[in-house]
């Protein structure tokens, strides 16, 4: 029975003195974050925390952060990572909806939890960390520094009580369609699904994975949880705001494994990367919406000896699909088939299954499937379904796909994203891939905006760099390359585009 604490505990035991976790000119080995993990387990327990606790860690990325997470699940406890960018009504409803037993914060954000904490009775305990965490524990009841918590507690491991069944983590999603909902992971399903990634991209100890991505945020944090379980090391980073800088870290460390989103190889395409040795690059993945494939033609240009993984997940099921290699250049557009060990399908909206080149719902099936949401049995009931096993609960994903003829998938739109335009049905992403495609467009958002006589009008946001694109080359670009009824009406150039704080462009704030 393996826990998601013992990715660390196992490693500590075989490579104690190999470096773990590279961060802000820190390096710490197996064995240091082990006995970190440790004392601060010991911390919680003593204040409080019992098995089946959540621990809230409103926290960038950052050691304290790392510690956390494991000193959490050696407490027999919960994880909960909450992005330090929340905001101080969204952070009292997560800390409330999850009832968290502690929090553990940055003390430059101490007056944020004072008013969280006056209305989240649940939090018994608060550790604070950084510059200020010595004034701000001491003015502070049942409050202690992250200081304070390794010099005071001992290092032995905590006993162990949990079993695979229970939650490790919750991971609250956005909330784009109203309040975060906390997707209840458990140790089991961390373990596949952590294990079924590291054997598609055949990570070993010697990989050295870069971290750009909040570990608020899933792809983030499993990089931190799959590179402590094969033993590897993990370069850790605020994110990508000072790309050069990251570049150069790159370069030093001898990266072999670059993790990404759209937007950070948006940037990386308008830079001139030459001037790095990046040749220790084993392997490049996306995630979070798909490539667009001229995105990925110039990637694998700049890194032609670098391995490229076009993937799609939904943090309902943590990874759903991969391309494997090999299948890029003769489907560039297509996000794969179903990650080892699960199974996926495409369902039309009676429950029927479909079957080349029909469009529907994606399903899945396998042992990633989460346990539902927090304490919110209609939104579950409406995503885990039954399935062909008495017992067994499948994940409606909400979002179109339609399958070729070998069984590889492609993502279409998000359910509720699709326009209907015309009388017809435009996948944004169609339209996006277009656009994408010309030179000098950065990023591209598509919606439908309501319309007397087209029911809904279709809105392209274009965001352009080292290029004088006007309204009528983008025109002519959409008409020379869509069918008449999916070519843009109204083109708006911005800056920039709204994005979650994992770095994806979000829609909703658009009109």
Known sequence: MLLVNDFLENSAARTPEKVALVYDGQ???????????????????????????????YLPNSVELVVGIFAALKANAV???????????????????????????RARQASTVDAVLANAPSVGFTIFTDKGADEAAASRAHAETFDGVQESYGSE????????????????????????????????????AASSIITYLENVPDDIVICLSPLSFDYGLYQLLMVFKFGGTLVLERGFTYPAQVLKRMEEERVTGFPGVPTIFAILLNMDVSGYDLRSLRYITNTAAALPPSHIKQIGEIFPWAT??????????????????????????????AIPGTEVWIEDEAGKRLGPGQIGELVIRGGHVMRGYWENPEATA?????????GERVCYSGDLFRMDEEGFFYFVGRGDDIIKSRGEKVAPK??????????????????????????????????????????????RHCRANLEDFMVPQIIEFRDELPKTSSGKITKKNLS
């Open 308 to 337: 490229m993984y076009s993937m799609y997940g939904l943090t309902e099921t943590k990874r759903t699909l991969y391309l494997p290699p090999a299948q890029l250049q003769n489907r560039p557009g297509s996000v794969g088939i």
């Open 157 to 192: 491991r905590p006993s162990r009580h949990t079993i695979d069944q229970d939650l490790a983590c919750l991971i609250y999603t956005s909330g784009s369609t109203g309040d975060p909902k906390g997707v209840m992971s458990a140790h089991c399903n961390v373990v596949f």
């Open 382 to 390: 409406k995503r885990y379904r039954p399935g062909s096993i008495p």
């Open 430 to 475: 169609e339209v996006e891939n277009v656009l994408y495609d010309l030179p000098g467009v950065v990023e591209t958002a598509v919606i439908g905006v309501p319309d007397p006589i087209l029911g809904e009008a279709i809105k392209a946001f274009i965001v352009i760099q080292n290029s004088d694109l006007s309204e009528k080359d983008i025109l």
């Open 79 to 105: 994880f909960v990572v909450v992005n330090p960018t929340t905001k101080q009504d969204k952070l009292t409803y997560m800390v409330n909806n999850c009832r968290a037993k502690a929090l553990v914060s």
């Open 27 to 57: 390096r710490l080995t197996y064995a240091q974050v082990d006995a970190m993990a440790n004392r601060m387990a010991n911390a919680l327990q003593a204040n409080g925390v019992q098995r089946g606790d959540r621990v809230a860690l």
